[in-house]
Structure formats: C-alpha cells, structure tokens
C-alpha cells in the first residue's frame, strides 16, 4: 500500500538557519503530494503541495520539489523563523485510494531565537 | 467563509460507553473525511464520503467504529463500547470537488477524546 516516510525529529535549530526535512514515499501511479503543518494548539493546515513530478510546490518562503525519480518531496527554508516552530506532516493522495491523504509520522521543529 | 467545525471539542469518557462526535463541513464541499491522530499511530484515515456514494470504510479499525453523513453535510462518528487505546483525537476533513488529488482537504480542529 502507500506509504510515506519523513525523518524523525525533533529538530532544533536557530533563526535565519537553513532547513530541509527528507520525505520519501511509496505509491502506485502518480500520486499528489503535500506538506501540512500545524502549529502550537492548532489544526491541521495545508502548507503546499504538488501534483505531478516536477512540480515545484511553495508557500511562505518553503519550497518542496516533486521528485518522481526518487520518490521524493523534501521541504527546505532557507531562512526559519521563530514563528516557524511546528509540527511538519508530509502527505500524499491517489486516485485509487480515493484521495484519501496518507501522511508521514511529523517532524518537531523548533526555531530559537 | 466558515471552516470545517467539529464537536465537541474535548470529550471525556467512561471506558465502555458511547460517544459521537460531530463534523461541520465547508459549505458546498462534496468529499469528507475522518481521520485520526494519536501519539503511537500518527495521523490514520478513518472513512471517506463523496455525494450520495458508498462510503470507504476501510480505514475503521474495528466495528464499534462507525459514521453517517445526512443530507450530503453534517457528519457523525460513533464509537461504541468506548476503549482506552480509542483515545485520541478526531479530525475532520474536507474538499471540494470530488475529493481529487488536486483539491485541499481543509481540516476542523479535531475533537480530543480520553477514555478512562
């Protein structure tokens, strides 16, 4: 079945830092990809996403590459932020599974100042 | 416009009694999603509606576990006989057409269930 997998955190790292947060997945067909986020006592919210290979998904200076020939969708920032400590879910979706999202375990970050 | 609304938002309860949570979808949204989120098993699809379709059940993991969408909106998931391992939190999900893989799924808040 599908299956994603993200490095394990948590993750700490200071402001203005660069960050990159490995996810990898197993699907049959083209699947969509997406990163979620969720904040301190929040919900669940769409970060970006990415529908097809090569796509280049990107919101709020993260950026994430759909990489088909290493079933990849790694999230970078090159510059964190305070604000930017949360919890990061990456996720797909397929057709024959009826968009049903199957998302990766999370990864704590923290950004100190 | 509104988001998706769940409730309760907490819930406590007896180990062995019934609970039913609530979810408010985005007005117009066709596809709605259960989802659950608990420390040892991540984030787990529960069951999927789409319009007046079957629903996919197959992500309910026993059968105290059970749910209906009335009217194409209003959502209701049942948990019988309640157990500890069913504590967890409930989110509720959903998009707009058809569930495609194009189309966000926007979240609720989720309703944090503890049974003791």
């Known amino acids: 079945g599908d299956s994603v997998t993200q490095m394990e955190g948590p993750v700490t790292l200071s402001e203005e830092a660069c960050l990159t947060i490995n996810c990898t997945y197993t699907a049959t067909g083209y699947p969509s990809l997406f990163w979620y986020v969720q904040y301190p006592g929040e919900g669940l919210q769409l970060l970006l996403k990415a529908t097809k290979a090569d796509d280049k998904g990107s919101n709020k200076g993260f950026e994430a590459t759909y990489r088909k020939e290493t079933t990849s969708f790694h999230l970078e920032k090159g510059s964190v932020q305070v604000s930017d400590s949360a919890v990061y879910f990456c996720?797909?979706?397929?057709?024959?599974?009826?968009?049903?999202?199957?998302f990766g375990k999370g990864t704590l970050l923290t950004v100190n100042p | 416009g509104a988001g998706v609304s769940q409730s309760p938002s907490n819930k406590v309860t007896e180990k062995g009694k019934d609970v039913e949570l609530r979810c408010d979808p985005i007005s117009g949204h066709t596809a709605l999603y259960w989802y659950r989120q608990s420390l040892g098993q991540g984030l787990e699809f529960l069951i999927y509606?789409?319009?007046?379709?079957?629903?996919?059940k197959s992500g309910l993991p026993s059968d105290r576990f059970s749910a209906e969408r009335t009217g194409g909106s209003v959502s209701t998931l049942t948990i019988q006989r309640t157990q500890q391992e069913d504590s967890a939190v409930y989110l509720c999900?959903?998009?707009?057409?058809?569930?495609?893989?194009?189309?966000?799924?926007?979240f609720g808040p989720g309703t944090r269930l503890t049974v003791l």
């Open positions: 509606f789409q319009g007046n379709s079957a629903p996919d």
């Open positions: 996720a797909l979706s397929a057709q024959g599974s009826n968009y049903k999202l199957t």
């Open positions: 999900a959903s998009s707009s057409i058809a569930g495609g893989g194009t189309d966000t799924q926007y």
